[in-house]
């Protein structure tokens, strides 16, 4: 790859997808990135080496990353090719109808032709009902259609339970290729992650520091801990020299996940970037793996209505809420 000098080249490991893609395993998180400020943190990032950015329609900012996109292709910076980019279907778009129109509009504002993984964002459309409507069904089999006229490389889900992973599985042609969910130490996920893992479906770790900022954004209860001040975090970012976000986003990585942390400080891109020749040692890794506490931080309240199909949440996750989930298959 030819890139001027200023940009550097990390060889950042990758998975392999089970349409033979191959999607980094540390990619840069852009949810709550302003339309303003995310522009100039993309092109901090792929300067420093990153080369996964994950967006989505529901964050409003697409617009700014598409600008940094265009001018850094037309400088010669860096090449498409060289760039995995997520996008999600927004809740409002998952008619039949509307599907193919929403990536447009996402093609539109990032400026480019093709998506790398495009996500359905939630399991949830804001109808009335007992039922989702659209039907889940009918808005993958137009997704599945996204793939076949070459908008987009990959399919892939998001926030999904296994119950409605089976359920799509049940009529998918294409199976998905990523299932992008809350993993941390604090949610380890890890009957989740076991499942999909069993499919051929790679997992993607969003909200890998488990900061309570998100748990306060979605209206959690004010006593969540902070896990980059959790004891067993700070011991085995002590032993090693290395911060407890580093300690962190590595944790991901060796959890099996590819993982996306949101940062908008050439310091903290930086530091994020500093977890790929090192690993934790297993004790280490165990260590982190074995915290009690276990809770979601985006819970998915904000989607719960007394008259739609998800009126608990239960409902949304059928019952992977905190504790390891053990259910037969």
């Known amino acids: ?24 395993l540390l990619g840069l998180g852009t949810w709550k ?5 995310v522009g100039a943190v993309v092109e901090k990032a792929l300067r420093l080496g990153y080369r996964h950015i994950d967006e989505a329609a529901m964050y409003g900012n697409q617009e700014g990353v598409g600008r940094t996109f265009t001018k850094l292709f037309k400088e010669g910076k860096i090449k498409r090719e060289d760039i995995w980019v997520t996008s999600k279907l927004h809740n409002r778009d998952h008619a039949a109808d509307a599907v193919r129109p929403a990536i447009e509009k996402v093609l539109k504002e990032l400026q480019i032709e093709q998506l790398d993984l495009f996500l359905m964002h939630w399991p949830v459309s804001g109808n009335k009902g007992d039922t989702v409507d659209p039907p889940i ?6 997704m599945e259609k996204l793939v076949d006229e070459g908008l987009t490389r990959s399919i892939g889900i998001s926030n999904f339970s296994v119950k409605k992973i089976k359920d799509l599985l049940s009529y998918a042609r294409i199976t998905p290729a990523v299932n992008q969910i809350e993993v941390h130490p604090f949610f380890r996920n890890q009957y989740n992650i076991d499942f999909c893992h069993s499919k051929g479906i790679h997992v993607t770790a969003y909200s890998p520091l488990g900061t309570p900022d998100s748990a306060s954004m979605m209206k959690r209860h004010g006593d969540t801990p902070s896990l980059l001040q959790e004891e067993a975090v700070k011991k085995v970012a002590d032993k090693l020299g290395k911060s407890p976000a580093q300690v962190l986003v590595r944790w991901g990585i060796q959890h099996g996940t590819s993982v996306i942390p949101k940062a908008s400080s050439e310091p903290h891109l930086r530091s994020n970037l500093d977890v790929l020749n090192w690993e934790l040692p297993k004790d280490d890794f165990k260590a982190i793996s074995s915290i009690q506490f276990q809770a979601r931080f985006v819970d998915g309240s ?24 053990k259910k037969e298959e």
């Not at 790859?1 to 980094?24: C, F, H």
């Not at 990135?33 to 400020?37: G, I």
């Not at 904000?302 to 989930?325: A, C, I, S």
């Open 137 to 142: 069904k009918e808005t993958w089999q137009a």
């Open 1 to 24: 790859m030819t890139q001027s000098q200023q940009y550097e080249v990390v060889d950042i490991p990758r998975a392999k997808l089970n349409n033979g893609a191959s999607i980094p």
């Open 33 to 37: 990135a302003s339309a303003d400020e």
């Open 302 to 325: 904000m989607w719960l209505q007394p008259e739609g199909p998800y009126r608990t949440l239960d409902d949304v996750w059928d019952g992977e809420m905190g504790e390891e989930v």
